[in-house]
């Protein structure tokens, strides 16, 4: 739908829940913008927009097997930050699999796909790559650790050139920026744009937590040197507090609108939940993650100066573009998964099917306590407020769980699982699992299951008939799915899960819908 109404207002994030590292680019009157996903399969999710706010998802760049190996894949470690960018009719996408191979390029003429195989780029170190295309020549940049580096975070942005049919790097490396040289550390994200005929260079800077920030520099040429803005840093909330509702700022991506109007796009985070004793000192928890946010540029004295993050601001000067809602409820009446849906690791074999309105798991013996691909379908938790309902077929024998999954990693999460002892809440917390409630339900098979989130505070539920729910134990502390407690990059995940726990079955749970409802922004 198009609102043609001049003057409208958004709100950040533009896109909720563990969207980090936001990348973007302007296809005549399209705007698409990929994330990072870590260990989490599909990886890169891409997205299309009119307006630069309402954001539609078109499923992953990286959406078989044969692209991306998470075999084992320690929790944030996989795919890192992507960048996209669009030539003489081809996409691209250049990112990392950190722990893998390195870096790599995929295309595609559809944004939706298919995607190529990778194009690995031997030679390339480190991590966060981007391309500039400039008069047939294709540039690559990265950042890296220096070899010789004095203390953790000493970084610098290196940039080389590839050859434009095979993408292979060619020629010497060039450093451009060293972080450390201007007091700061873990340069990130850098991003080389060709704008009035001057090369501008965007990174960040700080690392990826409160002292997160953007820096530019700009030069003559794209080899450098580059001067740095004296004004850096041009966008951050460091100086805000620990109170600030959007926290976080930076690793910040630029596009042009086709009416002459610049924006960023940018990872942030919104901490919340009163402080207290976890074990890990006072937090706030951050368990939405990394979530990619707009914020508006304006240009002095050659320079782009970003505008303060808000929660609500002015939309850009294009007419309001809405999307058709996705629905709350999955039914599984589609003949495949929606792209809401994430696995853990990559599925070498298919262990759901989808049939008949029902999204079927096979029981495994691999546990989410493990660096493996357990039978886990789950979606990204994107509202502080949050309720999850579920319909769940299933018969357990011995040592067999399903139900839902409140996921964080391997060794921080929360099962809300039926067992043949009964319905059991586990929390999983620093490696160490505690039963936090059980109750004996009938034997027999339907059993609706349910979290509601308010704020920090999850509660279980659970139902024998349609609508009739009761709370199964007290709330559990959900910042144990946070960063700030669990460590990390992701925020949490929440789905379906069936384990045989180490034992061989032939079981199958099977859930018969499963809805996410927003209690809030």
């Keep these: 739908m198009i609102d043609e109404v001049d003057g409208w207002e958004y709100r950040n994030p533009v896109i909720p829940g563990f969207h980090p590292d936001p990348s973007v680019c302007r296809v005549g009157e399209d ?23 309402n954001w539609r998802q078109l499923g992953h760049v990286l959406d078989r097997p044969s692209q991306l190996d998470l075999d084992g894949m320690r929790p944030s470690g996989g795919v890192y930050a992507a960048t996209i960018r669009h030539h003489d009719g081809v996409f691209y996408v ?11 390029i ?33 540039w690559f940049t990265g950042t890296r650790e220096k070899e010789a580096a004095r203390y953790s975070g000493e970084t610098e942005v290196y940039l080389v050139e590839l050859d434009p049919a095979t993408l292979q790097p060619r020629g010497e490396e060039r450093v451009v920026w060293e972080a450390a040289q201007r007091g700061a550390i873990w340069a990130e994200g850098p991003h080389l744009y060709k704008i009035g005929g001057r090369y501008y260079l965007l990174a960040s800077e700080g690392g990826t937590s409160y002292d997160h920030a953007v820096v530019v520099a700009r030069a003559d040429h794209v080899t450098g040197p580059y001067e740095p803005n004296p004004r850096n840093p041009i966008l951050t909330h460091r100086h805000l507090g620990l109170g600030h ?12 609108t086709g009416d002459g109007e610049w924006w960023m796009v940018l990872l942030a985070t919104r901490p919340y939940g009163t402080s207290g004793d976890l074990g890990a000192g006072n937090v706030r928890g951050d368990n939405l993650g990394r979530e990619t946010f707009l914020t508006r540029v304006s240009w002095e004295d050659g320079w782009p100066v970003a505008a303060q993050v808000a929660p609500v601001a002015a939309g850009p000067a294009l007419p ?9 409820c999955d039914h ?15 599925p070498r074999t298919p262990y759901w099917s ?19 691909n357990p039978s886990l379908i789950a979606r990204r938790q994107q509202h502080m407020d949050f309720a999850v309902h579920a319909a769940l077929d299933f018969t357990p024998a011995a040592g067999e769980c399903a139900g839902l999954a409140l996921v964080h990693n391997d060794d921080h999460h929360v099962l809300l699982v039926r067992t043949a002892r009964g319905l059991e809440l586990v929390r999983r917390k620093a490696g160490g699992d505690d039963l936090l409630a059980s109750v004996r339900v009938p034997g027999q098979r339907r059993l609706y299951l349910g979290v509601e989130a308010r704020g920090q505070a999850y509660q279980a539920r659970y139902a024998v008939a349609a609508g009739e729910w009761t709370d199964l134990g007290d709330p559990v502390d959900g910042r144990i799915l946070s960063s700030a407690v669990a460590g990390g990059f992701t925020g949490a995940y929440v789905g379906m899960y069936a384990s045989s726990n180490g034992r061989p079955s032939s079981n199958v749970a099977a859930f018969d819908w499963f809805e996410y409802l927003p209690l809030g922004p």
Excluded: K
């Design 31 to 53: 705007y698409y913008l990929v994330t990072s996903s870590f260990e989490w399969f599909p990886g890169v999710p891409i997205f299309h927009s009119r307006d630069l706010v």
């Design 354 to 372: 989808l049939g008949d309105s029902r999204l079927r798991l096979r029981l495994r013996p691999e546990t989410l306590a493990q660096r493996v």
């Design 94 to 104: 250049v990112t990392t699999l950190v722990d893998g191979r390195g870096n790599f």
């Design 320 to 328: 309001e573009h809405r999307w058709p809602a996705v629905p709350a």
């Design 106 to 138: 995929v295309t595609a003429t559809d944004p939706a796909g298919p995607w190529s195989e990778p194009r690995w780029l031997p030679g390339t170190r480190g991590m966060d790559p981007s391309l500039l295309f400039d008069d047939g020549r294709v």
């Design 245 to 256: 509702p959007i926290a976080c700022t930076g690793h910040a991506d630029l596009v042009e």
């Design 332 to 346: 599984f009446d589609a003949d495949r998964l929606s792209p809401v849906w994430n696995h853990l690791r990559t």
